[in-house]
RNA sequence: GCGCCUAUAGCUCAGAGGAUAGAGCGCCGGCCUCCGGAGCCGGGUGCGCAGGUUCGAUUCCUGCUAGGCGCACCA
């Protein structure tokens, strides 16, 4: 619909034109141009209250002045001034040309730009492993391999990192935890849990007895000092929760091109050296640090027992990924709590002279709270993602006994709709908010959610399998031929604006705005189809073609929210 | 104390300066021997408060109120 948004653009342009008022005094109309809230009022409208100063006339006049002046070209059948509004209806029959014809050829690449020769890194999930994979990190998880597939539809290549958090003196307390109470049996039958339950165990006891805490960095340091026997522990903590990581990775269909954690970084004598070399280190309370001006406070680069801190390590990996990827652009998908932690970072990696730091952002997102509370690993106080994932599969798996128990692949497709629906709930809420989780929002698949999307989805299957069977063709071709009615330009209108959807969700690092897209469309059809038949109406070859571009449009927008879109359900 | 984020319908949320502010959940009432009822149609009280910028503000700015979060050796 660009197409059309900037013929009209221009068309209005220059009859301003004529009117004596260039672009120069009047700035570009295409800005102006917007969506009329009825669409009986037009396709698109021109507000003409901006030129009213210029043109030393009321709006209202402007209007009827541009309507008169303006050209009636053929893909136009109506232009009329209205309250000040230059409202635009287009010819239904090159709208649906336009718009059909470019899903029909471009199919699963409709919506997308041609390569860019831009690269974004994408760094999400990291979780720490030796941890569970808890309902915490599915926002990052989530939003960021949307995003990935999204920039990856803008013709960005797109570099997936996971910074696993496999360092740090949480192992310290893992270790501690280990040596004192680790059941071996259960660590080889149930390794996740068994380590977790170490931690939890070892948090509760140091804040009974502080000593631990020590305890906990001095098995840190050893780390960091090449213990082995520390590093022996730690190597096979690390294997046994990256098999259980990648396990769920598969089932929500990511695949990462690089796990470098930051257990990578631990040597950073070379930043450090380089920090002090351009003169940017200052010792502060034993400790070394960046200072920042006077808006934020100083970053903390090593601490006093000479360790380093996760800000040091984000610092080299960042230098590391510009070294190996080149990135035009590298976005953080981290937890707004830690927004002050990237300004810092950002800021040191500015100051050491680096201009693509301009290309890096944080891209924050609320918290997941539970009830009334946060969850907290420490605490135990967690809800594991593998159990919600479970639950909702189980959940689809009762309806589809209930209500289509002939379907082939069940387990296939209830894993597929499931995981669709834990993925849509988070993915519809626009990040920055916090999100309440609630299990009968999760569980709950009428309305708002995926299951709906991949209802509708399966649906226009369902359809376009019995045209197939009854020998029925969609139309290919010639829709400009045709008078089209409100109830399918409608559909043809929602189609066209799936592109500059995609844009918007880029521009705005928003996967939202395509979770609403697609929930619009779904309604859309699903109105449509219960109002208008399409197998066996006289209409019934365009309606077809309508069905399948919805079809594929509907597919397209999944994808982009990492879903699948099963074709029976 | 300083800083960041949020405030829209009973609840969960859309609305990135424009013409009567929209969905879903829940509640009530409907849906054709016919393409999938995880569906469709109908029913409504709302932009936290006060200023400002603008022809025009739910949207931008300032202040206030309320909630959340962050602020040196955790990540």
């Known amino acids: 619909m660009n197409l059309f948004k900037q013929r009209v653009a221009d068309l209005v342009q220059s009859a301003l034109a004529n009117m004596g008022a260039g672009e120069d005094a009047v700035g570009p109309v295409l800005e102006l141009v917007e969506i009329p809230p009825d669409e009986k009022l037009g396709d698109f409208a021109v507000p003409c209250f901006a030129f009213a100063r210029t043109l030393r006339r009321s709006p209202v006049q402007i209007a009827e002045e541009i309507v008169a002046q303006a050209d009636r070209p053929p893909w136009l059948t109506h232009i009329k001034a209205v309250k000040g509004y230059v409202n635009v209806k287009l010819h239904r029959g090159h709208v649906a040309q336009h718009v059909l014809g470019d899903i029909l050829r471009a199919g699963e690449a409709y919506g997308s730009r041609e390569p860019n020769g831009r690269t974004v890194v994408i760094d999400y999930s990291s979780p720490n492993i030796a941890k569970p994979f808890s309902l915490g990190h599915i926002r990052s998880t989530v939003i960021g391999e949307s995003l990935a597939r999204i920039f990856a539809h803008q013709g960005y290549r797109v570099v997936r990192i996971n910074h696993l958090g496999d360092w740090g003196t949480q192992f310290g307390r893992v270790i501690g935890g280990y040596v004192r109470w680790a059941d071996h049996d259960r660590l080889e039958k149930e390794p996740i849990k068994e380590l977790f339950r170490l931690y939890v165990k070892f948090h509760e006891e140091a804040e ?38 990648e396990r769920t990775y ?20 070379d930043i450090i050296e380089k920090l002090r070399a351009l003169g940017l280190l200052k010792e502060s309370q034993g400790a070394q640090v960046v200072e920042l001006g006077d808006d934020i406070p100083p970053c903390l680069i090593t601490k006093s027992d000479g360790t380093t801190l996760y800000a040091t390590r984000d610092i080299a990996a960042a230098i590391r990924r510009q070294e190996q990827y080149n990135f035009d652009l590298a976005f953080y998908v981290v ?27 944080h891209i924050p ?23 919600v994932l479970n639950e909702a599969v189980t959940r689809v798996k009762q309806i589809i006994a209930e209500r289509n128990p002939s379907l082939k692949n069940a387990d296939e497709v209830a894993e597929a709709v499931g995981v669709g629906a834990v993925i849509f709930n988070d993915l519809v809420h626009n990040r920055i908010k916090d999100i309440s989780f609630q299990w009968e929002d999760v569980l ?35 829709f400009d031929r045709l008078e089209w009615e409100d109830s399918e330009m409608r559909l043809v209108r929602l189609l066209g604006r799936f592109g500059e959807t995609v844009d918007a969700a880029a521009k705005g690092r928003e996967p939202s705005t395509v979770a609403r897209y697609v ?26 073609a309508l069905t399948d571009a919805v079809r594929q449009v509907l597919a397209n927008g999944l994808r982009l929210l990492a879903m699948e879109a099963p074709p029976e359900m």
């Not at 619009?520 to 365009?542: K, M, P, V």
Request: aromatic share 12%.
């Open 250 to 269: 598969a089932r929500l269909g990511i695949r990462f091109d690089d796990y470098t954690g930051e257990s990578a970084y631990n040597d950073v004598s």
């Open 444 to 478: 709950n698949f009428d309305g708002d959610t995926g299951p709906y999307v991949q209802y509708t989805h399966a649906r226009a299957c369902s359809v376009l399998r019995r045209a197939d069977e009854q020998g029925a063709r969609p139309m290919s071709d010639g």
């Open 208 to 245: 009974k007895d502080p000593a631990l805490e020590d305890e906990a960095r001095d098995w840190f340091r050893r780390m960091e000092e090449g213990d082995p026997v520390a590093l022996a522990l730690w190597r096979r903590f690390r294997e046994l929760s990256l098999l259980e990581l």
């Open 335 to 361: 937890d707004s709590r830690q927004s002050l932690h990237f300004k810092q970072v950002f800021g040191v990696l500015e100051r050491m002279g680096y201009e693509w730091a301009s290309g890096m952002e």
């Open 365 to 387: 997102f609320g918290t997941l709270q539970f009830g009334d509370e946060i969850m907290s690993t420490r605490k135990g106080n967690v809800i594991f993602l593998e159990d």
């Open 519 to 544: 929930l619009d469309l779904a309604q859309a059809f699903n109105g449509f189809y219960h109002s208008n038949r399409i197998l066996g109406s006289e209409r019934q070859a365009e309606r077809l």
